[in-house]
């Protein structure tokens, strides 16, 4: 099982970035699919998370209306576009995934740095 990410980086205060998580060794269209974050001297949290269709998502209150998460099954990827970004968005971003809705991921990336400075 591998979770690949890609697309991080250093970006200005209201810049945009992609993420994308490429996926391998799982049947990934039937697994839910998250981006989780963890900045410096802080817990990881829950970005994101994606229905094993795409038909349902789920943000934290703090990226509602600048972040979307999406994933193409024909290609086994997800991706997180950020948009507006904050100093304060500024983590490593991890994708994982999961069978269950409000299961505990069962597999994870080696994660990517995005940080947001001026």
């Known amino acids: 099982v591998q979770l690949v990410e890609s697309g991080g980086g250093l970006v200005q205060p209201g810049g945009s970035l992609r993420l994308s998580c490429a996926a391998s060794g799982f049947t990934f269209r039937i697994y839910v699919m998250n981006w989780y974050r963890q900045a410096p001297g802080k817990e990881r949290e829950l970005v994101a998370r994606?229905?094993?269709?795409?038909?349902?998502?789920n943000y934290a209150d703090s990226v509602k209306g600048r972040f979307t998460i999406s994933r193409d099954n024909a290609k086994n990827t997800v991706y997180l576009q950020m948009n507006s970004l904050k100093p304060e968005d500024t983590a490593v971003y991890y994708c994982?995934?999961?069978?269950?809705?409000?299961?505990?991921?069962?597999?994870w990336g080696q994660g990517t740095q995005v940080t947001v400075s001026s």
């Open positions: 994982s995934s999961q069978i269950q809705w409000l299961g505990a991921p069962d597999y």
């Open positions: 994606i229905s094993s269709a795409g038909g349902r998502t």
